[in-house]
Nanobody, 119 residues
């Protein structure tokens, strides 16, 4: 299973760090990512990181958010800086992993953690 933590209420311009850990039996993790869903909107991609360290960001968070990982621990972080009210959303972590050496990657989702940016 995938477990997120670190959400909360912050003021505009402040920073917050989210953590996500993948628990369970799997052969290897191929990538981990963060998505978010604001009220009344669809879930959207935020950032991802693959096992070779390649990172990808949504245009809306480039330069403000940084994704990093501790692959050996199946843990990924999302450092969020210069937060804006429009960053308010439930943030979900996803983990793509292979259960066996021959299997295709499967995606697991966390339950989400609320981030609220408000003065």
């Amino acid at each position: 299973r995938v477990v997120e933590s670190g959400g909360g209420l912050v003021q505009p311009g402040e920073s917050l760090r989210l953590s996500c850990t993948a628990h369970g039996l799997f052969f290897s993790i191929t990538s981990m990512a963060w998505y978010r869903q604001a009220p009344g909107k669809e879930r959207e991609f935020v950032a991802s990181i693959s096992t070779d360290g390649t990172t990808t960001y949504a245009d809306s968070v480039k330069g403000r958010f940084t994704i990093s990982e501790e692959n050996a621990r199946g843990t990924v972080y999302l450092q969020m800086s210069s937060l804006k009210p429009e960053d308010t959303a439930v943030y979900y972590c996803s983990c793509d992993s292979k259960r066996t050496i021959l299997s295709s990657p499967l995606r697991d989702w966390g339950q989400g953690t609320q981030v609220t940016v408000s003065s």
